[in-house]
Nanobody, 120 residues
Framework: VQLQASGGGLVQPGGSLSLSCTASGSFVSIYNMGWYRQAPGKTRELVADVTKGGGTNYADSVKGRYFIARDNAKNTVDLQMNSLLPEDTAVYYC???????????????WGQGTLVTVSS
């Protein structure tokens, strides 16, 4: 199982950026999918996640600015980031709770991380 993230880059404060993550490989179901971020010198934190049914959850710091969405048919999760602030600068990681075989528990998988830099 692999999670491949794309997007990210350099953007000015107030700008927008989108991230996308695709799960591939052999599995039977994907449960929660989400995005985390880790800024320099800080611990990794949840940014947003979405259940298989579409229920969403956001960190207080990004509410109203970030929007998460998934496509169950394509095994993708996207993060639209608007009104970006310098403090949003971080490496962003996608994550998914994936069940590889029926009868076995699901496990968390992580993408490789993509850098988002908000700077003028």
């Amino acid at each position: 199982v692999q999670l491949q993230a794309s997007g990210g880059g350099l953007v000015q404060p107030g700008g927008s950026l989108s991230l996308s993550c695709t799960a591939s490989g052999s599995f039977v179901s994907i449960y929660n999918m989400g995005w985390y971020r880790q800024a320099p010198g800080k611990t990794r934190e949840l940014v947003a996640d979405v259940t298989k049914g579409g229920g969403t959850n956001y960190a207080d710091s990004v509410k109203g600015r970030y929007f998460i969405a998934r496509d169950n048919a394509k095994n993708t999760v996207d993060l639209q980031m608007n009104s970006l602030l310098p403090e949003d600068t971080a490496v962003y990681y996608c994550s998914a709770d994936i069940r590889r075989h029926w009868g076995r528990a699901s496990s968390p998988y992580w993408g490789q991380g993509t850098l988002v830099t908000v700077s003028s």
